[in-house]
């Protein structure tokens, strides 16, 4: 069975860092992707960042220069570095990795920043 668990989350003031990891185990695969996502009250799921794992990766605009995503291939744990978080970071936050033809989804971690 295939199981995302997700740690980090945390309440926070503005402008502090946040290191969100997501530990994928249960997978026969590798991961051939992973990336990150949040949703916030009354908004649609979005993507925060992608990483192809062949050199490309992705961020949201919102995203670009404050985050950072990484993993440990190793042990199969992926990475949300989060800097200068802003009130309107405050979200559920999901892990995303895809394995073949299948892709997975964490349970989602809270987020919250504030003034």
């Known amino acids: 069975q295939v199981q995302l668990v997700e740690s980090g989350g945390d309440s926070v003031q503005a402008g502090a860092s946040l290191r969100l990891s997501c530990a994928v185990s249960?997978?026969?695969?590798?991961?051939?992707?992973h990336g990150w996502y949040r949703q916030s009250p009354g908004k649609q799921r979005e993507l925060v960042a992608l990483?192809?794992?062949?050199?490309?990766?992705h961020y949201a605009d919102f995203a670009r220069g404050r985050f950072a995503i990484s993993s440990d291939n190793a042990n199969n744990v992926v990475v949300l570095q989060m800097n200068n978080l802003k009130l309107e970071d405050t979200a559920v936050y999901y892990c995303?990795?895809?394995?073949?033809?299948?892709?997975?989804w964490g349970h989602g971690i809270q987020v919250t920043v504030s003034s």
């Open positions: 995303h990795v895809w394995s073949g033809a299948k892709d997975f």
């Open positions: 249960g997978l026969i695969g590798g991961i051939d992707r």
């Open positions: 990483d192809t794992r062949i050199g490309d990766v």
